[in-house]
């Protein structure tokens, strides 16, 4: 922590080679910014007063914040691991911040996954804080608070039918990222659904409609080709009894000759 030139070059190399923080910064116990990347005027010794800054030094391990603004008013999450001496004393932590309302690696990630007009995607950190969502004026507002009872009641993943007041009706679902306690939860109107599965089934129908009919001309060709010859041997069959005395009339004429 006393060699500040040193601190300097390993945020700068930390942030450069990760790609995945808009800044990165060693932060010691007391609260005192020691390095940041990139540099801004001011922040260098400067002191941290938010709450983030006291969760991050007691929980003395792998912290991720909840969404605040951060020295340069940016809404951010912070990211850190504790920094320990030889003897294994917390010195402090070094961290990355991700800004929600600026270009990110979660925005590019999720923009590259979710880029469908069709339905909505939040992330949304514990306490319903949306820290990711396309239309940027939403970051950072809180969710429904009945979607979220929704969440609580169904455990780490599953889906539940949401109607809003005006009447319409969306199919969500969701599934917790664990090591970082955020919720991704993905809302499709369900009418979209029941017409994208309608559409389905019409273009099967389509599709499987000529192999119907032929099977069953098929079916029909074979059918008749199996009964012809029964058709005839009943026919045969008939035309011979036709021709033939029956027995009781050659039994009468037996009886007469004898007698």
């Not at 932060?27 to 260098?44: C, E, H, T």
């Not at 019409?202 to 079916?219: G, Q, Y």
């Not at 009943?234 to 009339?249: A, H, I, K, L, M």
Request: avoid cysteine.
């Amino acid at each position: 922590m006393q060699n500040a030139d040193t601190l300097q070059k390993e945020v700068e190399r930390i942030r450069q080679i990760g790609h995945r923080f808009n800044s990165v910064s060693v932060i010691d116990k007391q609260g005192y910014v020691r390095a940041f990347s990139p540099l801004q005027p001011g922040v260098i010794d400067a002191r941290l007063t938010s709450p983030s800054h006291g969760a991050a030094v007691n929980a003395n391990a792998f912290f991720i914040s909840q969404p605040y603004v951060s020295l340069i008013g940016n809404l951010i999450v912070f990211i850190s691991v504790p920094i320990y001496n030889a003897e294994g004393e917390q010195l402090g932590y070094v961290g990355g911040s991700i800004y929600l309302n600026n270009r990110n690696a979660t925005n590019e990630f999720m923009n590259s996954q979710f880029d469908d007009d069709n339905y909505d995607t939040f992330v949304l950190n514990k306490d319903g804080t949306i820290i990711y969502h396309h239309d940027k004026n939403r970051i950072g507002q809180k969710i429904d608070d009945s979607s979220l009872q929704q969440m609580a009641l169904l455990g780490n993943k599953g889906n539940f039918r949401l109607t809003y007041s005006q009447g319409a009706t969306f199919l969500a679902g969701f599934a917790k990222v664990k090591g970082a306690d955020w919720v991704i939860l993905t809302l499709q109107s369900e009418q979209i659904v029941t017409q994208a599965l309608n559409n389905v089934m019409i273009d099967v129908t389509k599709k499987s409609a000529p192999v119907v009919l032929i099977t069953f001309f098929m079916i029909t060709l074979l059918t008749i080709y199996i009964a012809n010859p029964l058709r005839m041997l009943d026919v045969g069959v008939g035309s011979q009894s036709n021709g033939r005395p029956r027995r009781d009339q050659q039994d009468s004429r037996g009886i007469l000759l004898v007698f």
